[in-house]
């Protein structure tokens, strides 16, 4: 059930005309009053004949009357306006039942506390089978105005009860960390022009994908204004900047001026103060160019940024800034793409934008070798190769695993919610990053002796999870890349340990799969053989500094082979 707190200016009589009219698509059926402020006493014009609107808009404006006509400044804000509407699925509920869910609406709000007798006058019409709208006029009998602050969580809050105690579909509480849903004028604008989205919509859109690309809420605005967007800042007398606001181009007001929007109203974490701590905390780069001219180097520190993603959400502050900056990876990843990945992670990264943000107070400096890799990312001039991405992208995948289970642990429902539905647009771009890569390592999978000795290395690395790996159509592959990784002097068995211990395989669906990406990223370099690397420093240290000799260290022998041939 959903109730919407909607101010409504000083017009009663108007209000009251759309309620007992037609509707905008002859939608409005049997207006009638089903609960009210002393009904015995109200005329209802969806009822009696006799009776007018008029009639009905001077009933509920008698207490604004009184106090206008004592007091010199006359109150212009007194109607408060409340559709409650009930889900699709939900039962038909009678009008005794609407009738007893609007009092308990108008008393959780301080409408019309219980017991109240002289509470401001209000009305709930019913015009259709789902919902209601509840009328109220501000003003109290005692002349008095009624305390309103925090009504819409009240409000929220009884309608939570009230889908318990008459079986109604439940929804999640709020915790005012979402954006406003967007107004029937903003749908209506925005289909009017033809836009698929509302402006607040497409700007929330358009500043997310541009962080990323600023170290400081100056540059952020500089490169918003390059991206075509209209940006007044405010500033104070020194210069400073103190807050901004964005505008859609083509949104325009009546009078053909540009309509902006407060950081704030766009979504809470957009706000000038909250996007100069994310972008501004942590040290600055000390060579930013030189790290951002190493393409291949920042698809992997990305990913061994995330590596310490577990272990970094022991402690909440530094959690939240961790997902905050995860969520800034994931869209900048989206943007540098190849496009057939590209659907999946952009749907991915606008699903996980409500994940970014929660009551806990973000520590943001916890989260800058995230950030900074996103940054990297952003200003690479080629993407990266295919391994590399599809290390990063099971690396995201991974991290956003962690991310909805801490949000679980907390009770943040809307948040887990979204980290969900980002995870299923994950999983999609992964196996699809993975799968060129699979073909290509299937087609030189080791011979049957050769995979008996790897399987034995899986055995005695991952034993609770060797009987799933063994029997995951991607053995094979995996099977390939050890092979690999041995030939360039790496030991399959410690490879197994480490990329296992850095994610836990028991709810991985594909572990070989999962243990692939790994080892592309933590074995991708070459592992001299430890007893050959350990004879190279004894004979470099025997010969150091001897005079007359050749400073070149000989050829250290190589180790005996102790494994069979592939």
């Not at 059930?1 to 101010?7: N, R, Y």
């Not at 109240?116 to 019913?126: F, G």
């Not at 960390?177 to 967007?182: I, L, S, V």
Request: proline share 7%; charged share 25%; with cysteine.
């Amino acid at each position: 059930m959903i109730a919407a707190i909607k101010p409504s200016g000083a017009n009663t009589r108007g209000l009251l005309a759309y309620l007992y009219g037609p509707g905008r698509h002859d939608e409005h059926t049997d207006p009638h009053i089903v609960a009210g402020f002393a009904m015995l006493a109200m005329p209802d014009p969806g009822r009696d004949e006799n009776a007018t609107l008029t009639q009905l808009a001077r009933y509920l404006d008698e207490p604004v009357r009184l106090r206008n006509s004592e007091f010199g400044k006359k109150i212009t804000d007194h109607v408060w306006h409340c559709p409650v509407r009930a889900a699709p699925e939900d039962r038909h509920l009678s009008d005794a039942e609407w009738g007893e869910i609007a009092q308990r609406i108008v008393a959780a709000a301080g409408i019309a506390p219980e017991g109240d007798d002289l509470a401001c006058r209000w009305i709930a019409v019913r015009h259709a089978d789902d919902h209601i709208h509840i009328l109220a006029t501000t003003v109290r009998e005692d002349g008095r105005r009624p305390k309103l602050h925090d009504s819409g969580i009240r409000v929220g809050d009884a309608c939570r009860q009230i889908e318990k105690d008459y079986g109604l579909r439940c929804l999640k509480k709020g915790d005012r960390t979402g954006t406003r849903a967007p107004t029937q004028a903003e749908m209506h604008k925005a289909q009017r022009l033809g836009w698929e989205q509302t402006s607040r919509e497409w700007l929330q859109n358009r500043i997310r994908a541009a962080i990323p690309h600023a170290s400081t809420a100056a540059e952020l605005l500089a490169y918003l204004e390059a991206d075509g967007i209209a940006v007044k800042a405010r500033r104070g007398p020194s210069g400073d900047l103190l807050g901004y606001a964005a505008g859609r181009p083509g949104d325009l007001n009546k009078d053909g001026e540009q309509i902006f929007h407060p950081g704030g109203k766009i979504a809470p974490d957009l706000t000038l103060p909250k996007l100069r701590g994310r972008l501004e905390a942590g040290q600055p780069e000390e060579h930013p160019t030189a790290r951002r001219n190493r393409p291949a180097t920042n698809w992997h520190q990305a990913t061994e940024a995330l590596d310490t993603f577990r272990t970094d959400l022991t402690d909440d502050t530094h959690a939240q800034a961790h997902i905050t900056a995860f969520g800034e990876l994931l869209e900048a990843t989206a943007q540098k793409a190849p496009t057939h990945l590209r659907a999946e992670l952009q749907a991915a990264s606008k699903s996980f934008a409500r994940a970014q943000r929660s009551q806990i107070r973000a520590e943001d400096r916890a989260a800058h070798a995230i950030r900074m890799a996103a940054r990297d990312i952003v200003h690479t001039a080629t993407g990266p190769d295919g391994s590399a991405l599809a290390a990063l992208i099971a690396a995201l995948l991974w991290a956003g695993i962690i991310a909805n289970r801490w949000h679980d642990a907390k009770g943040h429902a809307h948040q887990a919610d979204a980290a969900r539905q980002a995870l299923h647009h994950l999983q999609a771009a992964a196996d699809q990053a993975l799968t060129p890569t699979l073909v290509v390592l299937e087609q030189r999978q080791p011979k049957e002796g050769a995979q008996r000795t790897l399987a034995h290395d899986v055995r005695a690395s991952v034993p609770d999870q060797a009987d799933r790996i063994l029997t995951d159509p991607s053995w094979p592959a995996l099977a390939a890349l050890l092979a690999d990784a041995e030939a360039r002097g790496h030991q399959p068995h410690q490879l197994l340990k480490e990329a296992a211990a850095q994610r836990e395989l028991s709810t991985a669906r594909q572990p070989a799969r999962v243990l692939i990406t790994r080892l592309q990223h933590t074995g991708r370099n070459p592992s001299p053989n430890p007893r050959a690397e350990a004879a190279r420093r004894r004979t470099t240290a025997s010969w150091t500094g001897q005079p007359g000799q050749s400073t070149q260290p000989p050829t250290a022998p190589a180790a005996p082979p102790n494994r069979p041939r592939r």
